[in-house]
């Protein structure tokens, strides 16, 4: 909880700057109206994040997931094309699932198309069951790991998009040692169903191997909000088509609640 106490201390300090950066302009003339002072370029120029809390944690990939309830804070600190992302999981009994810190760089960014490649270092927890002294204690025990990531998309209209996904990690302690997970995906947005009401559907297929275990799955994610309202709920079901990893549900899901800022 530390980590987020001190994301929040980054964000308000980097606000309360614009802020005073603002308070010595003239407002239409743009010169300083207190001598000695100069008005500084914000540290960022964006700041968003979300807090959910779903019956079922599931990861980034799919496939895989907690099989508990969980808290998940995304973040996005940018400034121009980088950014980044903090990813940090915990289950609600506040046992750490999995901290990323994702570096991005939006490398193609136009009306129809555009292209983002990224990298993280991550931690993966666990439970295991030790002696210690003849007597059995449970620990939580850290996995590390490296990934990259490439995300092309393409825009078709104002409420259809098409992309892929592709994320390789490497891991270096008692885990699988390579990971590849490709997806195809879509995303039909702001769907209108009655009033303020609308809903975003988005559907995918993907491939996942893990060292030398492969599977095929589909995925559709389904979120039902409020325009001009931060709060959203959503359903993901997960389904296997053909896979050799073990030990997995050939069926999952999860209802989640976001709070969206």
Sequence with gaps: MGILAILFMVTARIQAQDRDSTAVLDRFSGQVLREGIQPSEPLLDHVSGSFSVTNNGI????????????????????????????????????????LLFWFRYQAVDNERFSLRVGAHPALNFRTATVLDNGVEKTI????????????????????????????TSWGFDDTSKRVNFVTLNSTLSDLDLAGRLYMVLSPQVFYLSQDALHGYYSTLTATLALRNCPVSISALFNMAIDTDILPEEDFIWSLTLTYGF
Excluded: C
């Design 59 to 98: 990861s980034l990939i799919p496939s895989f997931s907690l099989g508990d309830p969980a808290a998940i804070f995304l973040g996005k600190f940018a400034r121009k094309r980088f950014s980044v992302e903090p990813d940090i999981r915990f289950s609600l009994q506040g046992r750490p699932w999995t």
């Design 140 to 167: 939580n025990s850290a996995r590390r790991f490296l990934a990259a990531e490439l995300a092309p998309s393409f825009k078709i209209s104002e409420k259809i998009q098409v992309g892929a996904y592709y994320l």
